[in-house]
């Protein structure tokens, strides 16, 4: 069978994508990580000597390996929290309630997190406009 230009390309992507390690749960790729879902976005207690908490938002197709790097260089630093949110990804019938769940989540962070802790949310393709979407709806007290 003979494929055309343009089927040839979908077909390469998509193996790209699967052989790319891009469609991966959570957990997997986390270990030992706080994992947060969309639906039970209950942080863990922080330490009073909480210095950071990084919440990480992964793309359409899970966490992969692409972000081992920023796990490791988490855990290398001492007194942050490292938390996942967990989502079903853009496929969803309501987009909006992924987006809510992460707001309701890093406003969550923001209120807990002891006075001088830092909190960043690193997120990887589609979680970026989640992250850009609750940007704008953040309640950040003065200071």
């Known amino acids: 069978m003979i494929l055309d230009a343009s089927t040839r390309i979908a077909l390469t992507l998509g193996l790209g994508v699967m052989l790319g390690g891009c469609w991966n749960a959570v957990d997997a790729h986390c270990p030992g990580c706080a994992i947060v879902s969309e639906r039970a976005t209950t942080l863990p207690r922080f330490t009073p000597d909480t210095?950071?908490?990084?919440?990480?938002?992964?793309?359409?197709?899970?966490?992969?390996?692409?972000?081992?790097?920023?796990?490791?260089?988490?855990?290398?630093?001492?007194?942050?929290?490292?938390?996942?949110?967990?989502?079903?990804?853009?496929?969803?019938?309501?987009?909006?309630?992924?987006?809510?769940?992460?707001?309701?989540?890093?406003?969550?962070?923001?209120?807990?997190?002891?006075?001088?802790?830092?909190?960043l949310v690193i997120a990887h393709s589609a979680g970026g406009a989640l992250t850009s979407y609750i940007g704008e709806r953040l309640r950040v007290p003065a200071g």
């Open 51 to 119: 210095r950071a908490v990084v919440i990480l938002v992964h793309g359409a197709f899970g966490l992969g390996n692409e972000w081992r790097g920023v796990i490791d260089a988490v855990r290398a630093r001492r007194k942050s929290a490292l938390v996942a949110f967990a989502w079903s990804g853009p496929w969803t019938r309501k987009p909006s309630l992924p987006a809510e769940a992460l707001l309701r989540l890093v406003q969550q962070a923001i209120d807990q997190a002891p006075p001088r802790a830092r909190i």
